[in-house]
């Protein structure tokens, strides 16, 4: 795990300036630096710098930028490549002088080019500067864990972990990206390809980028990005070859579980997990103390209000498991004081909230080790979010919602239609007439207020990924589903975890992210992770009928503890969200440690927002100053802000969590006047 940048450039940065572009990257990397810049004739300077985590191979060898034998290669990479040693079986021919993975990388791409990605499973963000070939190679994992910006202007490209060293780089001008600010305050994300920069990008999971030092036109010309995995391909590859079994797709996502969690064991450093107590953590924690031979630490937060906290059941669990646990109980006191320090290391405005628990839980696992195993993907590949049961109802329900809105464009008076006046759920249904967003919708007077907060929007993307055809399902909850793992997933879960967690210099892993487990999670029948009472008494039946059999049988004999622990009782009230993942969990923890409704981090915003930090948002969103600023509307949004801290949010009857966006609007603000001042 590390920090990287460089550049291309026919103007010179200096080695002083690359070191101090990397520097500000410590905290990603805090064990070793490099710096160097290369001579790439066609007028051009390559620069490559890297803040090392030393995780494997601790001694020198593992520097970086690390030149390949014979020196055609040069490289600078961040993130793990956990199945480097079975690459490395394969190139034997090769003089290894370490043995660490980024060695490995520069091997593999010797041998066979840019197809060395489709053997790799791991986290990573890497640049290979390939004198042979004359260009520069960039490469992202297939989900987006590690990340990876660009700033592209003529014949200068800079690149980076995060933006600091971009924001430190002589010429950079920081131009707002005013088009993604309406996206931004209704997502409280910015999403790939996009950042709050004009001109800089961040490379999409699962893409590569090329860049030519030779040729015709500008550097920018000569830049081109692909993919090499997407979500949409590897669903689409594994519905066509299912597996129509739930006691083979049980007993092979639990072997690849197991597998891909051993694989992330692999350290030269201490390693724990984070335990929640909900399945997702507990059953990595579970799968990983399996495998130990001393107990595994283990590390969650508690909190002093006690409708958030879950830290009891973690406490349970891990005294099932056998590990050594610590946790450590936070009052909202210790959550606001991390809140100045959120532009610090996320760079851009980024406003889930659950970024500051997650700091704290991070904060405490790095005190005893370097690496730590996380259940993050478990909602999003096997159908968690409360959400996912929402979007099922909702498509029952859009054909009453199409006649709703074809009568509800009868006037009214006033300018307003019959649909003005609908109840706010028959409102939603009768609006969400889009073909491309139908699992996207929400309240309009959210969404309204996105759009209406920012200056001169004509320019402005979607709020929404109007993207959903692409995966070629009539299923509203797989296509759901498929959309967070393009966009919520990396764009705010797993972002949140890498900052939150490398502001600590702590490496987190997430085991339900190997490649094989998410494409295998594709093969597997969406009844059995959204399960209703027929399935549940199908397979009962198999069960039962199992014995010494074959099929069926012959795999519930093989399992030993992999039977099937699901009732009918479990979906007498609707169907069962993660069936075939708590069916797992249950092979190791008793249900009754598990089954309960999830609390989640809790951040009280409107507390917050409406108490002590109601004179900055009242000071962020006076009238003179947003006109002064330039991008926001000052007559809407001081006008929202001042409705907001007189009445709260707007309720059930309008469907608008107002401090949800007005928390959007005061991170952006904290933001811009820390990083942006200067735009």
């Not at 519905?239 to 092979?252: L, S």
């Not at 239609?417 to 967003?437: C, G, H, I, Q």
């Amino acid at each position: 795990m590390c920090g990287i940048c460089g550049y291309i450039s026919t103007n010179l940065i200096t080695k002083e300036q690359l070191t101090v572009m990397n520097d500000s990257m410590f905290h990603r990397g805090p064990d070793d630096s490099g710096v160097e810049l290369y001579d790439a004739r066609s007028g051009f300077t390559v620069g490559l710098a890297q803040r090392r985590l030393s995780i494997l191979d601790l001694s020198p060898l593992g520097h970086q930028p690390m030149d390949s034998e014979g020196g055609r290669l040069s490289i600078v990479y961040n993130g793990e490549i956990y199945n480097f040693g079975e690459i490395k079986k394969e190139l034997s021919d090769y003089p290894f002088k370490s043995t660490c993975d980024t060695e490995v990388i520069l091997a593999a791409y010797l041998k066979w080019g840019e197809k060395c990605l489709d053997k790799m499973d791991g986290m990573f963000a890497l640049a290979i500067y390939d004198r042979e070939k004359k260009e520069i190679f960039f490469a992202r994992d297939r989900i987006g864990k590690k990340p990876l910006y660009y700033w592209l202007s003529g014949d200068t490209l800079v690149f980076a972990s995060e933006l600091k060293p971009i924001m430190l780089c002589p010429g950079f001008e920081r131009m707002i990206n005013r088009k993604v600010l309406s996206r931004y305050l209704y997502q409280q994300c910015i999403d790939a390809p996009d950042t709050i920069f004009e001109h800089v990008y961040k490379l999409a999971p699962g893409a590569t980028m090329k860049v030519s030092l030779e040729g015709a036109g500008t550097l920018e010309d000569r830049t081109s990005v692909s993919r090499y995995w997407s979500v949409a391909d590897a669903y689409k590859r594994g519905i066509a070859a299912p597996v129509t079994d739930y006691f083979t797709a049980k007993h092979e996502m639990k072997e690849l579980l197991r597998r891909a969690t051993a694989d992330r064991m692999i350290a030269d450093v201490p390693l724990g997990s984070f335990l929640s107590g909900g399945y997702d953590s507990s059953l990595i924690s579970a799968i990983a103390q399996e495998q130990c031979s001393s107990p595994l630490k283990t590390f969650s937060i508690g909190f002093s209000e006690k409708e958030y906290d879950e830290a009891v059941f973690a406490k349970k669990v891990a005294e099932h498991l056998g590990t050594d646990h610590t946790e450590l109980y936070i009052d909202e006191a210790q959550m606001y004081d991390l809140v100045d320090s959120i532009p610090e290391y996320f760079d851009e405005p980024f406003a889930d909230s659950s970024e500051i628990p997650t700091m704290l839980v991070s904060m405490l696992a790095r005190k005893k080790v370097t690496v730590v195993l996380s259940g993050d993907g478990g909602d999003e590949f096997y159908c968690g979010y409360n959400i996912y049961k929402t979007v099922a109802e909702a498509q029952k329900l859009d054909g009453v919602g199409a006649a709703a809105h074809f009568f509800g464009q009868i006037p009214v008076g006033h300018g307003k239609n019959l649909e003005s006046r609908y109840p706010f759920k028959a409102r939603v249904v009768a609006a969400n007439r889009d073909p491309e967003t139908k699992t996207q919708f929400g309240a309009g007077t959210y969404v309204e207020s996105a759009l209406r907060m920012v200056a001169d929007n004509e320019d402005h993307i979607p709020v929404n990924f109007p993207s959903e055809s692409i995966y070629g399902t009539d299923n509203w909850q797989v296509r759901r589903m498929l959309l967070d793992m393009d966009h919520y997933l990396p764009g705010d879960i797993l972002c949140k975890v890498d900052r939150a967690s490398m502001k600590y210099s702590l490496e987190t892993r997430c085991p339900i992210l190997d490649r094989d487990v998410m494409e295998h999670s594709f093969r597997i029948p969406h009844e059995f992770k959204y399960m209703d009472a027929a399935t549940v008494q199908k397979i009962l039946k198999e069960q039962a009928a199992a014995g010494t059999g074959t099929g069926a049988a012959s795999a519930v004999a093989k399992a030993g503890n992999e039977g099937f622990h699901l009732t009918a009782n479990d979906a007498a009230g609707g169907q069962i969200k993660k069936a075939i993942l708590k069916d797992i969990a249950y092979d190791y923890i008793p249900r009754d440690l598990l089954d309960r409704p999830k609390k989640g981090f809790g951040v009280p915003l409107d507390k917050w927002l409406r108490g002590p930090l109601r004179d900055k948002l009242t000071a962020y969103s006076d009238h003179k100053f947003l006109e002064e600023q330039g991008l926001f509307d000052a007559d809407y949004t001081s006008g929202l802000i001042a409705d907001y801290l007189a009445n709260g949010d707007g309720g059930p009857a309008t469907g608008a969590n107002f401090s949800k966006i007005c928390w959007s609007f005061f991170v952006f603000q904290q933001w811009y006047e820390k990083s942006g001042r200067l735009c």
